[in-house]
């Protein structure tokens, strides 16, 4: 019965989409981090309810007299170079067929940011966007770390099953990435209750993490933790919550979590971190063989290259995204990989430094230093997961740029202002409708050296 109330609900949205071309984006960011279909059982969880709605939402972005301009910035180009590099590196690729398919899921995750890119054109459609983003991935957060206060921690929190983040390692990457946007929302919410509530699913997105047992995700949630006390304007305050949820933590994980985090210290013993070192030295040897187009999306399919480089049993993933990019796309992909994270990184300072002292841009200050710790942790958490493509990274990257062209569409109507208080006539007309007054055009040479009679007498 409720598979058939979901697919009826998802289904009545694309009407509504072929004319709100915003409101596909809105739905497909929820369904692709979401799957609320694979929740479920029954009618509609094997239907491919994300391609239908960006099918859709392309064709009404298409059809729409939206302006359709893609916002010309740092990111965007880049973005679109390291598109066609990873389309080059696919033709080289190892093994053809399972690196089409994973070409194929990547461009289109890229085509629909840049379709976002476009139509987030106002601060309420930022905020949108934002909110979706932590609706969809918060909701295992919330739900993960209930039943991790529930069961005392004793079985693991995963996400939904069949998507990026179905495993508790990418889950929890995911939920530490989410954690500064759930901030940025309870800064900028009027409601008190509104705000009581994101309290309380940032405290428990905290335990989730802690309750997928990843060691790699507790090595980022205290890196983002730390980055958060440093960037606060209440650094004690911050310090106080971030000392007691770590006294909670520790009062309900059971003793074998405690157990397996200790094992960061003592990782040469351990099989799983020995053999991700063994598989990241094989990449890196496979690169050095491969260092300009590497070996193409899930080169690892291709088991008797995979054996030639690594002494594993088995064919793993790389278990990192700067190992995985490296390997599938060479060094030149690593070097446009990483440039896109440092540009975003520093866009954000950017946008920071433009809203500084001005209350009408604050949110986008606040905005920008909050995607700062979501990349911060990205990249902490994305040193141990190979999830180099998972959509909220690119979709950070929308936000990062539609931010910043909002913020300087407003420093241009700001210097506009100051321009007509300086020439009221121009103000008055402009208003008006009308172009400015011409310039005055200069004297023709010879004008300018006659004298008239009168001053040639004068002179005399």
Known sequence: MISYVLAIMIAATLPFILFYPFLGILAWFWIGYMNPHRLIWGFGTEISWAMIIGVTALIAFALSREP????VHTLTVLLGIFAIWMSVTTYFAAAPAPAFQEWDQVMKILLMVFVAMALMTTRERIHAVVWVVVIAVGFFGVKGGIWMLLTGGQDLVRGPPDSFIGSRNTLAMALITVLPLIRYLQLHTESRPLRIALMGAFALNVFAVVGTHSRGALVALVIVGISFVL??????????????????????VPQH????????ETYEEDGSASSRLAVWEGNFNLTLDRPIFGAGFRHYYNSDLYFQYTDDTATRSSHSIYFQVMSEHGFVGLALFMSILLIAFLRCGSIMRMA????????AGDLAQMIRLCLIGYASAGLFINIAYFDLFYNLLALIVATECIVRRGQLTEREARMRSRNPQLGRRQSEGQPPDPAPEPAPAAARFTASPTARGRRR
């Open 68 to 71: 359709k301009r893609l916002p």
């Open 356 to 363: 500084r002292g001005d209350p009408e841009k604050a949110w």
């Open 257 to 264: 979590w405690v157990e397996r985090m200790y094992t960061i």
């Open 231 to 252: 960037i606060s304007r209440h650094r004690f305050q911050m310090a106080a919550i971030g000392l007691v949820l770590g006294v909670a933590v520790i009062a309900v």
